[in-house]
């Protein structure tokens, strides 16, 4: 019983007769345009008169839909009176893909929606006023009712009866309407498959890019304060002994950050959606400051380049850079301290990226522990940048006290 009624309870019954009702005044001033064809030809008989009348009156009030405008105002009051979640169209495209019957579905809705709206409200009000006409006598109404030649009469106290059906009668036409108008809008006013294909492909080209700048944010900003911690931790050790390294530690600090201020930056314009700066573009020609400021830091790096670095350009320099990066970054957290050696070769065909580190503990004086929290995320986030460059990636321990990451990269398949 409670539950029979509790459509009768929420706001959203009385907001979707409201909607319905909107819907049958909406149509009114098309009515006159749809009456002229009767009214020139006087002779026609009444049914066909009332028929012609009311075909006019649909294409008529269809044709209003094709109006891009139309729609989105249908969709926005349909979501706020009837409350049904609908996503706003998608403005200023039309896939391909979409079929006529998606165009035409908002006409459809548009005629659904008026005749709907008239046949409630008609039915409705009708038996609304009759509920309450009947007992207007008190206990001297009287209610006749003639169906298929057989009729019924209720007076006296009858009459409230049926009065008090009447109105029930009323209200659940009231919920009917609702009902049929919340079923119908998702189908007719929701995004279309073609619409919803575009949706996708957008939301997959944002998350794409936000991958891309988590990418950037772990290599660059990652790199950048383990160095500057491990900096940090030299300055404080030195500043008593020499004070000349803790002051260029400082500085190298002081250097690491602000490029990284450059990266975020960056990273920060795109998430808002603003006009950021240029991107910064850090390439294998960066490299000799990278490990610069890895000297700084107190490591002992190795480098060994060979070939045309300079000959490297494009998508495949900036790649090289943040691999080796990368690889950097995890020889600092991860390694036992020691010599970290670096290979790069520039090939015709392919560039070869190594960094060898030392594993075990670290006793240096930036090792403390808990001070490289990680994600887990480095190796896995390298792998798939080589696997989109369709290269080779290995990375694990070299003998007993190593550790290797090597990446091979076709030059031809990524400029």
């Given amino acids: 019983m409670i539950r029979g009624i509790r459509p009768l309870l929420r706001g959203s019954t009385y907001s979707g007769v409201l909607f319905a009702y909107c819907g049958a005044l909406a149509g009114l001033p098309l009515l006159p345009f749809a009456l002229l064809p009767a009214l020139l030809w006087p002779s026609a008989p009444e049914s066909v008169q009332i028929v012609l009348v009311l075909l006019i009156w649909a294409v008529l009030v269809g044709a209003a839909g094709l109006v891009p405008p139309v729609r989105r105002a ?9 409350q049904v979640p609908l996503p706003n169209p998608v403005a200023g495209r039309r896939s391909s893909g979409s079929s006529g019957l998606d165009r035409w579905r908002t006409p459809l809705w548009l005629v659904l929606h008026v005749a709907v709206g008239w046949m409630g409200a008609l039915a409705s009000g009708v038996l609304f006023i009759m509920g309450l006409a009947l007992p207007g006598n008190w206990i001297g109404g009287e ?28 209200v659940a036409i009231c ?19 073609a619409e919803r294909l575009a949706l996708a492909a957008e939301r997959e080209m944002l998350l794409a890019e936000r991958n891309r700048i988590a990418h950037e944010l772990h290599d660059s900003i990652g790199h950048t304060l383990t160095a500057a911690t491990i ?11 020499d004070p000349v390294a803790a002051r260029a530690a400082m500085r190298s600090i002081e250097e690491s950050t602000r490029a990284a201020l ?13 006009q950021s700066g240029t991107a910064p573009t850090r390439t294998l020609a960066d490299l000799p400051g990278l490990l610069e400021r890895l000297r700084h830091a107190g490591a002992v790096v190795e480098p060994e380049l060979s070939g045309e670095l300079a000959q490297v350009q494009g998508t495949l320099s900036r790649a090289a850079y943040r691999i080796l990066q990368e690889g950097l970054t995890n020889a600092l957290r ?37 001070a490289f929290p990680t994600s887990g995320h480095g190796l896995s986030g390298l792998a798939e940048r080589v696997r989109l460059l369709h290269g080779e990636f290995r990375a694990g321990p070299d ?4 550790w290797r990451l090597a990446v091979r990269l076709p030059v031809r398949a990524s400029v």
């Fill in 74 to 82: 249908l969709v926005v009051s349909a979501r706020k009176l009837l």
């Fill in 143 to 170: 209610a006749r009712l003639s169906l298929f030649g057989s009729s019924l009469r209720a007076s006296g106290g009858w009459s409230w009866v049926v009065a008090a059906v009447f109105i029930v009668l009323a």
């Fill in 175 to 193: 919920v009917l309407v609702t009902k049929l108008l919340r079923w119908s809008a998702p189908r007719l006013l929701g995004p279309s498959a």
């Fill in 231 to 241: 900096q940090a931790a030299v300055a404080g050790e030195m500043l008593s002994a």
């Fill in 262 to 274: 450059e990266d975020l930056d960056y990273v920060l314009g795109v998430l808002r959606e603003e």
């Fill in 334 to 370: 991860h390694g036992a301290g020691g010599p970290i050696g670096i290979e790069v070769v520039a090939g015709p065909d392919a560039l070869d990226l190594t960094v060898v580190n030392r594993t075990g503990t670290r006793t240096d004086p930036g090792a403390r522990p808990g």
């Fill in 399 to 402: 003998g007993t006290q190593h």
